[in-house]
């Protein structure tokens, strides 16, 4: 019994140091070059009824400073042998207005994900991994219908979701296999949180403006990484 | 019951069921157009519902395409079937009513490919799905040809000019030169991955395009459209300039073909005009494939492409079932002749009237 509690505490005492040593990355996003104007989605007419507003591509999400949303930040290396459980809190996805949202998402392997249709008209939600082990599926979802669960074992960044009933529709995951992942927002920002201490790869990783890794040590406090990413020069 | 190898009824019945066949085939096309394969994702059921009684009103988007291709197809079914049963019941040629048998299992066959293509989530399966539907759009074409009065006149008739065997050869290899492109352009669609080579007559702005992993992500990540297509593969690219070098094979072949009968056969003979014509096809063609690059592959050109591309292998496959049979009614027949001359017999009118089992 004592040995137990002795143990108990040691492992307490280990989980508060660790805790008080971890810290946040945080960085911005800036993208380089003028990327060409977005497309203008070609709704059919139950869509457009879903809509007031003229929705366009999300190719490139640019801020009046630069800040590129949508990019998928995560650590690359740095922890190899650890084991991090994945978080009972579940990502949702969203059908809404005839698109996904959020365009770009992170998810732990074994996360639960939770795909629900928030219009009037059915979608088919249909995952189209790449990777081994995570499983295509296809279903309809009607409107008002239960949200569907979704789970992907093995990390695959991008895993991408699309429906066929609407050929514009897409959503890209980005999964790991650990929870020190982001995802940048409107102004390009992002924070990653309760990093442990140790060196790392990270690597911003944005569809159409590409990658770029970068290396971090997080010793106590917080640290930053600032990528530039940069739109790609037409092929030569 | 009276059986007949001259049915006109039958023959008109079997017209129009290529012809159902060919909008079948174009019907597919706007479905893998329009990516809209995976729109209805359980089968043989639509979302559930029999698919005969699948309310409208969910008729939309890509539901409208997959769920109208399998509606058009089960129409093209039951029309393969009836004809298959009316052969077997009134057709005299027992390898006709055979190829109405074997037409009924391909029919078959490729609905229960068309279905296991969505619930399997196989590209491949697609492919072959693709490539079966030429096959039997020349099957049922065939049959519609080979139950025509005019089937039954042409080979008694002695003065329709055909080319030499050595052309008819020839012929064969353009055909099946077509077929390899069909196969190849299935392949291309049902990879989903859009335009492999987005620019004509250069390839990635040059000759032969660079296939290196730097060039393929720089490829995949300037690709800027509505639809996300999976990204472009070096092999993808190499299927690509296969189609645009098979397409030039391809004319040259059948330009040299129909360049060659006329030469044998002179101008106006029938199989010179129709050689003639199935290189203005394929012409054609091969201008839609341009243009379907130039378009950015736009649904509807897309789909006439696909159209274009099986009407020109049902021509060149009549047009070789034609040479072919009736060459070989005429070699039977002369056969017959000399033999008869040889023996000294008085059988040399009977052998004119050439056998009529075709
Ligand atoms: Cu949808």
């Known amino acids: 019994m004592k040995m137990t509690t002795q143990l108990l505490t040691a492992a307490l005492l280990a989980g508060s140091l660790q805790l008080a040593s971890a810290a946040d990355i945080t960085g911005k996003i800036t993208l380089k070059g003028t990327p060409s104007p977005e497309i203008p989605l070609p709704l059919d007419a139950s869509c457009a009824k879903e809509r007031i507003d003229k929705p366009t591509t999300r190719l490139y999400v640019v801020d009046a400073g630069g800040g590129l949303a949508d990019t998928f930040i995560y650590i690359k290396e740095g922890l190899a042998g650890k084991k991090f459980p994945p978080s009972t809190e579940p990502v949702v996805l969203d059908q809404k207005g005839c698109e996904y949202v959020p365009y770009v998402f992170g998810l732990q392997a074994g996360q639960k994900l939770i795909v629900k249709n928030s219009d009037k008209v059915p979608h088919n939600v249909h995952p189209t991994p790449q990777v081994a082990g995570n499983p295509e599926s296809n279903k309809m979802q009607i409107p008002g219908g239960p949200p569907f669960d979704y789970s992907f074992s093995n990390p695959e960044v991008f895993l991408r979701f699309t429906c066929n009933i609407h050929g514009w529709m897409f959503a890209y995951g980005g999964v790991v296999d650990h929870p020190f992942f982001a995802v940048s927002g409107k102004d390009g920002t992002f924070k990653i949180a309760n990093v442990p201490p140790g060196k790392y790869v990270i690597e911003a990783y944005h569809r159409k403006a590409g990658k770029m890794t970068k290396e971090v040590t997080v010793v106590d406090k917080g640290q930053t990484a600032d990528f530039t990413l940069s739109v790609p020069a037409p092929p030569k | 019951m009276t059986r007949s190898s001259n049915n006109l009824w039958l023959h008109c019945f079997a017209v129009f069921t290529a012809a159902a066949t060919l909008v079948l085939v ?33 008729w939309v988007g890509g539901i409208f395409y997959e769920h109208t291709h399998r509606l058009f197809a089960s129409l093209v079914g039951l ?3 009836v004809l298959a049963v009316w052969l077997w019941l009134r057709e005299s040629r027992s390898w006709m009513r055979r190829l109405g048998v074997v037409a009924f299992f391909t029919v078959v066959l490729q609905g229960v490919l068309g279905g296991l293509r969505v619930t399997l989530f196989k590209d491949q399966i697609g492919i072959f799905h693709a490539t079966l539907a030429q096959f039997f759009l020349v099957l049922v074409s065939a049959m519609a040809l080979m139950t025509s009065r005019w089937w039954q006149a042409a080979q008694g008739n002695s003065q329709l000019l055909l080319p030499s065997k050595k052309l008819g050869y020839l012929l064969v290899a353009a055909i099946a030169l077509v077929f390899l492109q069909l196969a190849l352009g299935a392949t291309m669609r049902h990879q989903h991955a859009g335009l492999a080579v987005p620019d004509f007559p250069l390839a990635h702005g040059k000759i032969w395009p660079s296939t290196d992993p730097a060039s393929l992500d720089v490829f995949n990540r300037t690709r800027l459209g509505v639809r996300d297509h999976n990204p472009i593969t070096a092999f993808q690219i190499y299927l690509h ?6 397409a030039l094979l391809t004319l040259l072949t059948a330009g040299f073909f129909a360049w060659s009968v006329r030469r044998q056969l002179g101008a106006k003979a029938a199989v010179s005009r129709l050689s003639l014509a199935w290189l203005t096809l394929i012409f054609c063609q091969a201008s839609l494939g341009a243009a379907t690059v130039l378009s950015k592959k736009a649904a509807d050109v897309a789909t006439a492409h696909v159209v274009l591309g099986a009407l020109s292998l049902v021509m060149g496959a009549l047009v070789c079932v034609v040479v072919f049979r009736f060459a070989f009614h005429r070699d039977v027949a002369r056969a017959f002749v000399a033999k008869s001359e040889h023996l000294g017999d008085r059988a040399v009118s009977a052998a004119k009237r050439v056998p009529s089992t075709g």
């Open chain 2, 26 to 58: 174009g019907i597919g096309g706007l479905v893998t157009s329009h990516e809209a394969g995976m729109a209805v994702p359980d089968w043989p059921t639509t979302y559930g519902y029999n698919m005969f009684l699948f309310p409208p009103s969910y």
């Open chain 2, 79 to 81: 029309l393969t079937t």
């Open chain 2, 241 to 246: 300039m296969a189609h645009r070098i098979g």
